[in-house]
């Protein structure tokens, strides 16, 4: 299911018609508030969110998505008329997968929402374990431990952790971790530098494993002692 939040009629109807022909099951909302009470009822597989919303802007609701565990790990992407950058970069620092801008092409609008789609698929399907020094990793049942303690992240920042696992130790070049995590239509590099920052606080003890590669991206190597 995806749920659609746009308060402009036609905009909605036309997008909720697309992705319906395109056999996606889609459900939207003109308001904020109603929204957040089907969200009570079912948690959908991607948000669509516009930005400017009575009641609440979507920048708000994006953030409250992203700081409750039962709806960090949704695939957000942002809609807007709005096109400066401070607005685009906001939004994906705050957590979203992907912005597109009013106006925009209905079949350029539909690949962008099976390539974030895939990409969450890709990342939930995994079933490889991995254990790295204090770091346990569990793909299939969502779970990291670091020294035995559980540990909660964000999905942007799950991502970014099982692609550096996946790598073995080899390193990973900006770009390609902004595309592999991002997608596409990413420009912003800074954000991947406050994502692993994020990402070595929370893994604590196994945050040193994250090793930056001056000038050229990052790597995950465990500590030979250990």
């Known amino acids: ?34 929204f957040w009470k089907r969200m009570d009822d079912e948690i959908p597989q991607l948000i ?9 802007d979507g920048l708000s609701i994006l953030q409250k998505l992203q700081t409750d565990r039962q709806y960090e790990t949704i695939p957000v992407i942002m809609i807007t008329a709005k096109n400066s950058e401070f607005d685009k970069a906001t939004g994906l620092d705050l957590g979203a997968d992907d912005y597109i801008s009013k106006p925009f092409g209905m079949v350029e609008f539909i690949s962008r929402v099976r390539a974030v789609l895939r990409r969450y698929e890709k990342t939930t399907n995994k079933s490889n374990i991995f254990k790295i020094g204090k770091l346990y990793v569990d793909f299939e049942k ?20 099982s692609v550096l696992l996946e790598a073995e130790g080899k390193v990973i070049p900006r770009d390609e971790l902004l595309q592999r995590v991002w997608g596409d239509y990413y420009e912003e590099s800074r954000t991947l530098d406050v994502h692993i920052r994020k990402l070595r606080v929370k893994l604590k003890a196994a945050g040193v494993y994250i090793k930056t590669v001056k000038n ?7 500590d030979t002692n250990e």
């Open 1 to 34: 299911m995806i749920f659609f939040l746009e308060d402009d009629d036609n905009i909605r109807k036309l997008v909720c018609y697309a992705l319906t022909k395109e056999g996606y099951n889609i459900e939207g909302f003109e308001k904020p508030s109603s």
């Open 48 to 56: 669509l969110l516009d930005i400017m919303m009575p009641e609440e």
């Open 142 to 161: 969502h779970i990291i431990k670091v020294s035995g303690e559980d540990t909660e992240l964000s999905y942007k920042e799950y991502k970014l952790l």
């Open 216 to 222: 050229i991206g990052y790597q995950l190597i465990g």
